[in-house]
């Protein structure tokens, strides 16, 4: 028989065992993720990544050309005449189910033919392939104006066909309009909602068709100077972003993935040793 000392010593023993695993399993389930965080290079940038960053917004000053196929939507406004303007927008007039007009409005589209020309009001055939959105705005502003058919024209262009697809870990999937001459990663992940928490910070890809080639360009969300220095981080229309699951959200796919990854499971398993032990000592 083992005498009371030696049980008691055994017991005393097993507890610091279980109270240290218990410790360690609080902390490793209250420690707080870092790879949730973005950006998390806070040191400041070396010249090498001041050089890159600057090829980088060098390389992407070249704004958005217009091109065959697409589709415009081009106002014209008059401070001085806004009657006269009508005539040059495309303004389509709802109508009820009974026939009658009502006050809802919307703009009919300007499609660009297989030679990047539109049909404008008064001007006739008008060449804006190449162009920017303000460089067509102001060709066709100048035309309204040489012409007097409106001295004091103000026109807009906006690109209504040109799109990003965000795929994955976000909490709006879907197209996203390229409706500016330059939109970048940052910004199309935050009109998606941002990504959501099972998604995988290091693991952004962008998906890039040129020369009849997809280049895949992969991305680090919680390095700031690897993103910017990115030739992905400044998007192009047509790209496809996808946002990869972090393994917590691989694992939840599989049945009981994430079983073993759960304190109350290892907590149930130390109950079930402290019983054990209890009752081989107690024999």
Known sequence: MRTFEAHFD???KFSSIVATLIALIALWSCKTPQD???FQDTAPATPADTAASAALLASAGEKLRLQPGDKLHIAVSSSKTPDLAIAFNKIIVAKTQTGHLHGEQSFAPYIMDADGNVIFPSLGVVGLKGLSRAEAAEKLQ????SR???NDAVVTVEILNQFVSVLGEVHRPGRINFDRD?????????RCGDLNIDADRKGVLVLRKQDNKVKAFALDLTKRHDLWASPGYQLQPGDVVYVAPNK?????????GNVWHQPYIYFSLISVLTS???LIIAL
Not at 182 to 190: F, G, I
Not at 248 to 256: D, F, G
Request: charged residues 25%.
């Open 248 to 256: 917590k959200r691989i694992r939840e796919a599989q049945a009981y």
């Open 142 to 145: 100048n035309e309204l104006r």
């Open 148 to 150: 007097q058919l409106l």
């Open 276 to 278: 054990v032990v209890s």
């Open 10 to 12: 055994i017991i005393m």
């Open 36 to 38: 949730v965080a973005y």
């Open 182 to 190: 330059r939109l970048n990663l940052v910004e199309t992940l935050s």
